[in-house]
C-alpha cells in the first residue's frame, strides 16, 4: 500500500463543511480513509474518523473543531483487503470566522464614471488581511472594471 500524501488546506470557518483531498497513486484502489486532527496546542485527538469512499477526499462535517484553533492533520488509506498504509504527511490547519466587510458611500447604483468609497474589514481572531481585490459588475454579471490585488502594504 503506497503512502497517501494530504494536500495543503486553506484556513476555514468551523460552521462550514470541509473537504481535505489527499493523493495516493499507485497500489490497489482506496476504497476507505482514516483523518487525525490533533490540537496543536493541547495535542490532544479532536477528530479521528474513517470514511467509506472510493474519492481522494475526508469531508469533515461543520463544527468538528473550534475557530481561532490551530491543528495538525493526517491522513491514512486502505484498500479493498482493508490493507492500511502508512500515515500521510501532516499539515497544518487553521480555523477562523468568517470575516466581515462593511461598505461606506456606496450604492447599489452608480451613475457617474468614478465612484470613491470605504470598506472595512473585521475578522473575530483579528486574522490581518493580506490582500484584496475590488471588482464593478454591470446588472448582467459583465465585469466591467477591477482594480489591483492590493495588498497589506498598499
Known sequence: MTTPILLQHIAF??????TFPFNSVGGNQVVKNRLQIVN??????????????????HILPASTLTNGGFYSAKIKTYD?????SEWSNGI???CFTTPSFTFNNI?????????LFEVAYAQIQNEPISQSQFMLYVANGILIQQCEV???SS
Do not use: C, G, H, M
Request: proline share 2%.
Open 13 to 18: 470557518d468551523k460552521t462550514i463543511e470541509t
Open 150 to 152: 492590493l495588498y497589506k
Open 80 to 84: 479493498i483487503n482493508n490493507v492500511e
Open 40 to 57: 496543536n496546542s493541547t495535542l490532544a485527538i479532536v477528530y479521528d474518523s474513517t470514511q467509506t469512499t472510493f474519492a481522494l477526499t
Open 107 to 115: 450604492t447599489p447604483t452608480i451613475n457617474t464614471s468614478s465612484k
Open 92 to 94: 497544518l490547519v487553521r
